[in-house]
């Protein structure tokens, strides 16, 4: 059975940092993309980051890009989420989740996910 784990939400003052983490079990994820997601109250879910098996290939969302960093440890099975600069803007749960072979932006496609952490960034 697939688990999500993920780890390292809070609560922080706008322009600090935390990192996520999300530890997968379950299953060989060879090939498998990681992705961060987000959803805040009363919106949809939104891709925030993906990284391929071998970390060779990232991919960010726009409002994003330039302040998150994805990175993964497959000898762990974990995949991190280093956010600097916040702004109250990324407050959301914060969502891992896996599929096979290529980076989807779409939450549709994405097999597993985890259980969300927490985000909150206070100005």
């Known amino acids: 059975q697939v688990q999500l784990v993920e780890s390292g939400g809070g609560l922080v003052q706008g322009g600090e940092s935390l990192r996520l983490s999300c530890a997968a079990s379950g299953r060989t994820f060879s090939n498998y993309i990681m992705s961060w997601f987000r959803q805040a109250p009363e919106n949809e879910r939104e891709f925030v980051a993906a990284?391929?098996?071998?970390?060779?290939?990232?991919r960010y969302a726009n409002s994003v890009a330039g302040r998150f960093t994805i990175s993964r440890d497959n000898a762990k099975n974990t995949v991190y989420l280093q956010m600097n600069s916040l702004k109250p803007e990324d407050t959301a749960v914060y969502y891992c989740?896996?599929?096979?072979?290529?980076?989807?932006?779409?939450?549709?496609?994405?097999?597993?996910w985890g259980q969300g952490t927490q985000v909150t960034v206070s100005s």
């Open positions: 990284i391929n098996w071998s970390g060779g290939r990232t």
């Open positions: 989740a896996v599929r096979p072979w290529t980076i989807d932006y779409d939450s549709k496609s994405y097999e597993y």
